[in-house]
């Protein structure tokens, strides 16, 4: 969960979006898919650490979480909150001290940074990253889709597959794989797009409030098989090379040898 988003939840893990539910999962399979021996994995972005927290269930992971809007309270309410778990937080990249990671996220974090190729490049050329290091970006998409939701949440940019791939291919990083997922979730937001231009002056939702999740247990669990079976059906396409566009998309690449 960004830090802007729901902070009325934030630290309540099963209070999450089913979006970030899903999401968890499908870059969970990326990552068994491409590194099934990570080890180190360096979350930038990390936000509320609801990812952070779900791979270290596996005991021989060991989560490094980074996120430049953590704040001396947000940091000591998560390290309790996180305690005994394999995770060291953060501030910024240039406080961590480890050299060694085997993985890097960037889970829809991409979109917020001005300066996205100068970034990827620093990560991907730094002595703290491995050789042959697994990088996982996600990312919303589309530039005419930017909205004032975009806005709310300091994103400067959408990008589509081709766009990652060329941050990616210009900068030396191996291309592994790459897609788009939520393809169901496009029209609701295609819809939305209509909405704002048809009433420009509308008041949206605060951003306090764009990550909320209050359904019950029943709606959730509706939404969530709906969602992954969403992403089932485009990874089974893009086993035969048919990519369909979604709401957000995806690039595996590895950091040269």
């Known amino acids: ?15 999450v979006h089913p979006w970030e539910t899903v999401r ?8 068994h898919q491409y590194n099934p021996d990570a080890r180190n994995v360096l979350d930038i972005g ?3 650490c609801f990812i952070a927290s779900s791979l270290t269930k596996n005991s021989r992971i060991q989560v490094t979480a980074v996120d430049n809007m953590f704040t001396p309270e947000l940091l000591a309410k998560l390290r309790e909150q996180l305690a005994g778990r394999q995770i060291e937080l953060f501030s910024s990249f240039e406080a961590v ?7 890097v996220m960037l889970l829809d974090v991409i979109e917020h940074i001005e300066h996205d190729c100068t970034v990827f490049r620093e990560l991907l050329n730094s002595d703290k990253i491995s050789p042959g290091a697994v990088f996982i ?19 400067y940019r959408r990008y589509t597959v081709g766009q990652l791939c ?42 306090s409030a764009v990550g909320a999740w209050n359904s019950g247990p029943a ?32 690039l595996v690449c590895r950091k040269p040898f």
């Open 137 to 155: 970006i996600t990312a919303p998409v589309f530039s005419r889709l930017f909205s004032n939701h975009d806005r709310k949440l300091g994103h």
């Open 219 to 250: 709606i959730t669990a509706i939404v969530v098989f709906c969602l992954k079976t969403d992403t089932l059906i485009t990874r089974c396409l893009r086993k035969f090379k048919i990519i369909i566009p979604g709401l957000s998309c995806y």
């Open 24 to 31: 968890l999962a499908f870059v969970e399979k990326l990552l």
């Open 166 to 207: 060329r941050l990616a291919g210009e900068n030396g990083a191996e291309i592994m794989d790459y897609g788009y997922f939520f393809a169901s979730l496009l029209f609701i937001r295609i819809l939305q797009k209509i909405c704002e231009k048809i009433f420009p002056h509308r008041e949206s939702e605060s951003v």
């Open 46 to 48: 990390c936000g509320n």
């Open 97 to 103: 001290m480890d050299s060694a990671f085997d993985t």
């Open 1 to 15: 969960m960004d830090l802007r988003e729901n902070r009325e939840n934030f630290f309540i893990y099963n209070k």
